[in-house]
């Protein structure tokens, strides 16, 4: 059985990966104190979205995100 796949059809409608709600995710977003130039690391970033709206706040940044899963990996790639 394919774990990844398994855990894409569970997850399919969402927007994170995660209990968090979007609510809670701008909040966090907005309480960042980021510089220009800073750089974001994101493990397990799912499908992406917290360093998507990141980046759509604070335009001088630079993100990298790391997940597992080809299935979130692909989803990110098409939002591109």
């Not at 774990?3 to 969402?14: A, G, L, P, S, Y």
């Amino acid at each position: 059985m394919d774990m990844w796949k398994f855990f894409d059809i569970t997850h399919r409608e969402h927007i994170l990966c995660n209990p968090m709600s979007l609510e809670k995710l701008e909040q966090l977003i907005t309480l960042l104190p980021l510089k220009s130039g800073a750089r974001v690391l994101d493990i397990a970033t799912g499908k992406g979205e917290f360093l998507i709206r990141l980046a759509e706040r604070h335009r001088q940044m630079t993100g990298t995100g790391v997940d597992f899963s080809p299935y979130c990996i692909a989803d990110v790639h098409k939002k591109q």
